[in-house]
Structures are given as C-alpha cells and as structure tokens.
C-alpha cells in the first residue's frame, strides 16, 4: 500500500529558527514528489517539486531533499518567519495519482 | 502562474439537498481534474478524476452516483454531492495539472450539511 508520513504532526518554533520537515514513503516508485503549504481556508500552493532522478530543489529559503532508495524526503526552512506559520503537505506522485501525507502544521512565533 | 478558482468557498446545507462545486481553470486548459476531500486533521483524499469530455474515474469506495462530476469543457469542472448527509461534510479542493507537472489547486470548499 503506498502511504505517505509526516513527522512531526505540528512544530512550534521561535522566529528566526531553522527547522526541518520530514516525510517518508513506502513505495518508491515514485514518479515524483511535492511539497505544498495550505493555508487555513485558502487552497494549496506549490512550494517545489523533485523528480525521482533528483535529489534537491531550492526555492529561496526552502530546500527540499528526496532520498529515494530510503524512501524519504525533508523540507528544510531556513531563518523562519511568521508568515511562513502554515500547513506543509508532502505529496508523493505514483503514475497518475498524487498520495498525500497529513501534513505538519508550523507555528512561527514572533 | 496558473490559476484554478474554486467556487464556492464555503457552503451550509440541509440534509437532503445538493450541492455543486465549480473549479475552473483561468488562464490554461485542463483535460484533466482531480478532486480531494480531507476531513479534519487527516490526508487530502483523492476521490475521483475528471477527465474532459469522458466519463470521470473514481476511487475505490467512491459513490459515483451520490458525487456526480462533470467536466463539459477545458476550463470548468464540477462536483455535485447529491443528497448530502452531515457525514459529506468535509473540505472538498479540486486541482489542475500545470507546466512542468506541477498541480495547481482550488481555494476549497467547506462543506457544512446540517
């Protein structure tokens, strides 16, 4: 069964820390993997994408990391703000079908 | 970027009624939708696949006649939950698939069915 898991669930850090996401999947199979932001009410955004061959994407203060033959992958932040204070949602694509993770809900307190 | 509105943004209804949700795609053609609903605290679940101009696919333990999807042109999409129960209630967010295989979502729907 292809499942996705994020840890931790939720993260309450002061402004300015660096911190670290973690998703993991069972399946890697993957065709690629996305790390979105969902905010409360809103949709979704894209934050970056990594195909199976590549091992990072960067995106200003973002870094994604995909380590495929562990079956993981880590959204690093960098300096972290208050507005970055929102879900994270790591989405592994199998063939034509996007599995999702729970998410890790970030609070960035000033 | 690309842009998918997603209308309406929250709905509240009695049970027994329908309710249709519209996803359009604004500034790109999208053959295909996918649309998610996520209960509180849980994964976005895949429900179904809507693919223009074909009958849409749906997920194991997916009710085709009680979530009716169509999607009669390259830029609008919809799903009706007939016959909603207090159980449908959930966030319902539909995505399009953009350039370079990135996913493009709705704003969501919060259904509420009293």
């Known amino acids: 069964k292809q499942e996705v898991t994020q840890i931790p669930a939720a993260l309450s850090v002061p402004e300015g820390e660096n911190l670290v996401l973690n998703c993991s999947f069972t399946?890697?199979?993957?065709?690629?993997l996305q790390w979105f932001r969902q905010d409360p009410g809103k949709g979704l955004t894209s934050l970056l994408l990594i195909q199976s061959s590549q091992r990072e994407q960067t995106s200003g203060r973002l870094n994604a990391s995909l380590d495929k033959s562990s079956g993981r992958s880590t959204l690093y932040i960098a300096a972290s703000q208050p507005g970055d204070s929102a879900t994270y949602l790591c989405?592994?694509?199998?063939?034509?079908?996007?599995?999702f993770g729970a998410g890790t809900i970030l609070r960035v307190k000033s | 970027g690309a842009v998918v509105s997603q209308h309406p943004s929250r709905v509240i209804c009695k049970s027994g009624t329908s309710v249709k949700i519209e996803c359009r795609s604004l500034d790109f053609q999208a053959t295909t939708m996918f649309w998610y609903r996520q209960f509180p605290k849980q994964s976005l679940m895949l429900m179904a696949t809507s693919n223009e101009g074909s009958k849409a696919t749906y997920e194991q333990g997916v009710e085709k006649d009680k979530f009716l999807i169509n999607h009669a042109s390259l830029t609008l999409s919809t799903l009706t939950v007939t016959s909603a129960h207090p159980e449908d209630s959930s966030f319902y967010i539909c995505s399009a698939p953009g350039q370079n295989e990135k996913l493009f979502f709705g704003s969501g729907t919060q259904l509420s069915v009293l």
């Open positions: 399946d890697s199979a993957i065709y690629n």
């Open positions: 989405a592994v694509l199998y063939g034509n079908k996007l599995v």
